[in-house]
């Protein structure tokens, strides 16, 4: 059975909620976005991608428990803005497309209920390999 990340939302009072940057920065529109097909990560502001690519990863489906035993938030987020500056600026092979390809794998994820096949560590790694992938 998939075991599905938190449901989160700007109003939520979880534990450790308040704390999360990742969570208080992300709209409510990208957090619904993101459950459907329709994510458009060109659409994604400069000053958000760095975000939203961090909530991709860390509360995917499939992998959350995983990652969040084996790294914090802030960490997942400090690597993922090295990702980020270290992409070059060009029309196609941008952070952008690394944030997307990273969001087109994780609904894959979901899609094939990947869980079945492949631990929860495996995704964590493809997803980062994702984020990744053209530097």
């Known amino acids: 059975m998939r075991r599905a ?18 969570l208080r920065k992300v709209p ?15 659409s994604v502001s400069d000053n958000l991608k760095q975000y939203v690519a961090a909530y991709i990863i860390y509360y995917g489906d499939g992998n959350f428990e995983y990652t969040q035993s084996v790294v914090t938030e802030n960490r997942l987020q400090a690597f993922i803005g090295c990702v980020e500056k270290n992409y070059p600026a060009n029309p196609f092979h941008n952070f952008s497309h690394a944030m997307d390809v990273a969001y087109a794998l994780s609904n894959s994820f979901k899609q094939i209920e990947s869980d ?10 493809l997803l980062i390999a994702a984020i990744g992938h053209d530097l």
């Open 5 to 22: 990340g938190p449901i989160h939302t700007v109003e939520s009072e979880e534990p450790g909620e308040a704390h999360s940057a990742v």
């Open 28 to 42: 409510k529109e990208i957090f619904r976005v993101l459950k459907t097909d329709l994510f458009d990560a060109l």
């Open 116 to 125: 079945r096949f492949f631990s929860e560590e495996t995704q964590f790694w």
